[in-house]
């Protein structure tokens, strides 16, 4: 967390993470409790993406979000917290024990109103959410292997004017052959290519933390016309 981007140089990087203006002493002390809990994990999105992601809500003007993987809760705080009166943010995670803490933190923050939590493979709950325009914002950071059948599922579900951000799509850099390629590296090349042929929408990536795309419907809409 005292990072932005492993594949900028290391001044730049800590200038961008100090520089991202989310004061939160709560998420200060999620990180930290995190950090201890589990210092083997890293999946913790950075402080510059966090505020990023809080911005991208507001100025989509979202009121219905949508989380897929939670961990201990540090995206999905961003998410709430700039959702307006009455907005709604549903957050998607396999396991209980990080979402313990995560529930915690929500309930310190006065957020237990806005975010509801379904605990079980993603897929399966994305495959039960009706077909339509249910959500405005939707943030992928989950297993890397189901990345595309995630952004399938998601955006015959967006809403007209809706945006999505998917995490670590850079990969460390190594998805532009910065380094030798690994499993992740082929599987976030597979994603991305499938997001830029994709006619239904169009996408940027931006070099923030591990890489984020940003992704919003073409026109005329995020389904494809019968």
Same mark, same amino acid.
């Given at each position: 967390?005292?990072?932005?981007?492993?594949?900028?140089?290391?001044?730049?990087?800590?200038?961008?993470?100090?520089?991202?203006?989310l004061?939160d002493?709560?998420?200060?002390?999620?990180?930290?409790?995190?950090?201890?809990?589990?210092?083997? %994990?890293?999946?913790? *999105?950075?402080p510059?993406e &966090?505020?990023? #992601?809080?911005? @991208?809500? =507001? $100025?989509?003007?979202a009121?219905?979000?949508?989380?897929?993987?939670?961990?201990?809760?540090?995206s999905?705080?961003?998410?709430?917290?700039?959702?307006?009166?009455?907005?709604?943010?549903?957050?998607?995670?396999?396991?209980?024990?990080?979402?313990s803490?995560?529930?915690?933190?929500?309930?310190?923050?006065? %957020?237990?109103?806005? *975010?509801e939590?379904?605990? &079980?493979?993603a #897929?399966?709950? @994305?495959? =039960? $959410?009706?077909?339509?325009?249910?959500?405005?914002?939707?943030?992928?950071?989950?297993e890397?292997?189901?990345?595309?059948?995630?952004?399938?599922?998601?955006?015959?579900?967006?809403?007209?004017?809706?945006?999505?951000?998917?995490d670590?799509?850079?990969?460390r850099?190594?998805?532009a052959?910065?380094?030798?390629?690994?499993?992740?590296?082929?599987?976030?090349?597979?994603?991305?290519?499938?997001? @830029?042929?994709?006619?239904?929408?169009?996408?940027?990536?931006?070099p923030?933390?591990?890489?984020?795309?940003?992704?919003?419907?073409?026109?005329?809409?995020?389904r494809?016309?019968?």
């Open positions: 967390m005292a990072h932005a981007s492993a594949f900028l140089d290391p001044r730049i990087s800590a200038y961008l993470a100090a520089h991202a203006k004061s002493p709560l998420l200060a002390e999620l990180v930290d409790e995190t950090r201890l809990t589990y210092p083997e %994990l890293h999946m913790q *999105i950075s510059d &966090g505020a990023l #992601l809080r911005l @991208l809500v =507001r $100025l989509c003007g009121g219905r979000a949508i989380e897929v993987g939670t961990f201990t809760g540090y999905s705080l961003c998410i709430a917290r700039a959702l307006p009166p009455g907005g709604r943010l549903l957050c998607c995670d396999v396991n209980e024990e990080w979402t803490m995560a529930r915690r933190y929500w309930e310190r923050a006065g %957020l237990t109103d806005r *975010i939590l379904r605990l &079980g493979p #897929l399966e709950t @994305l495959a =039960r $959410l009706p077909m339509g325009p249910l959500f405005d914002f939707a943030f992928i950071d989950a890397k292997t189901e990345y595309i059948a995630y952004y399938d599922a998601l955006v015959p579900r967006m809403a007209t004017g809706g945006l999505m951000a998917v670590n799509v850079l990969h850099g190594w998805v052959g910065t380094a030798e390629p690994d499993e992740r590296t082929h599987l976030m090349r597979e994603f991305n290519e499938h997001v @830029l042929v994709d006619p239904r929408t169009e996408s940027v990536i931006v923030i933390a591990d890489g984020l795309t940003l992704i919003t419907a073409a026109e005329p809409g995020w494809t016309p019968d």
